[in-house]
T-cell receptor, first 115, second 110 residues
Framework: GAGVSQSPSNKVTEKGKDVELRCDPISGHTALYWYRQSLGQGLEFLIYFQGNSAPDKSGLPSDRFSAERTGGSVSTLTIQRTQQEDSAVYLC?????????????FGPGTRLTVL | SQQGEEDPQALSIQEGENATMNCSYK?????LQWYRQNSGRGLVHLILIRSNEREKHSGRLRVTLDTSKKSSSLLITASRAADTASYFCATDPGANNLFFGTGTRLTVIP
């Protein structure tokens, strides 16, 4: 069956450019999560969506980061004026409900490299 | 930090041996989950143990949880080369997000 998909799988960009990362959750999953994993680090929670709403944006590293979700499905994570420290793997996950008795299903990630 | 901490950071064993990984965390939790990440792949959920459970089995996996010590262990029995991956524990403190540790890198030598 279809799982969580993310695009692009790899993105190399120059410092100062904007990038947009896309996540397609599993159909019917109302909750969507963004994480990032820097080299040698654990997963860092960024933001979650319940439907199209993101109640808590405090996990976003800076105001250069924003995320939206439309139609309760696809989500985009946008990083403006990228910096080298933004280089990481960005992971998206979805779950049926926003309840942590539910398993989060992860996508393969987008590897972002900022030169 | 609310993140879990796994130890060891790296573990190398022979195929057929058992592998034990530990996770410690800081806050009270609703549940604790273990994930596997193969190189270049996304996370795969392995097992979830609730805060009122002490032990759970799934195939060759055995997870224990000691909430008094704020620790959990993942045991993989009769390891296989295909078990080579990074293993993460993730805690749910009830705030609708997960906190992951830095992971244990397991290498199973054929």
């Amino acid at each position: 069956g279809a799982g969580v998909s993310q695009s692009p799988s790899n993105k190399v960009t120059e410092k100062g450019k904007d990038v947009e990362l896309r996540c397609d959750p599993i159909s019917g999953h109302t909750a969507l999560y963004w994480y990032r994993q820097s080299l040698g680090q654990g997963l860092e929670f960024l933001i979650y969506f319940q439907g199209n709403s993101a109640p808590d944006k405090s996990g976003l590293p800076s105001d250069r980061f924003s995320a939206e979700r439309t139609g309760g499905s696809v989500s985009t994570l946008t990083i403006q004026r990228t910096q080298q420290e933004d280089s990481a793997v960005y992971l998206c996950a979805s779950s049926i409900l926003l309840a942590f008795t539910d398993t989060q299903y992860f996508g393969p990630g987008t590897r972002l490299t900022v030169l | 930090s609310q993140q879990g901490e796994e130890d060891p950071q790296a573990l190398s064993i022979q195929e057929g041996e058992n592998a034990t990984m530990n996770c410690s965390y800081k806050t009270s939790i609703n549940n604790l989950q273990w994930y596997r990440q193969n190189s270049g792949r996304g996370l795969v959920h392995l097992i979830l143990i609730r805060s009122n459970e002490r032990e759970k089995h799934s195939g060759r996996l055995r997870v224990t949880l000691d909430t008094s010590k704020k620790s959990s262990s993942l045991l993989i029995t009769a390891s296989r080369a295909a078990d080579t991956a990074s293993y993460f524990c993730a805690t749910d403190p009830g705030a609708n997000n997960l906190f992951f540790g830095t992971g244990t890198r397991l290498t199973v030598i054929p």
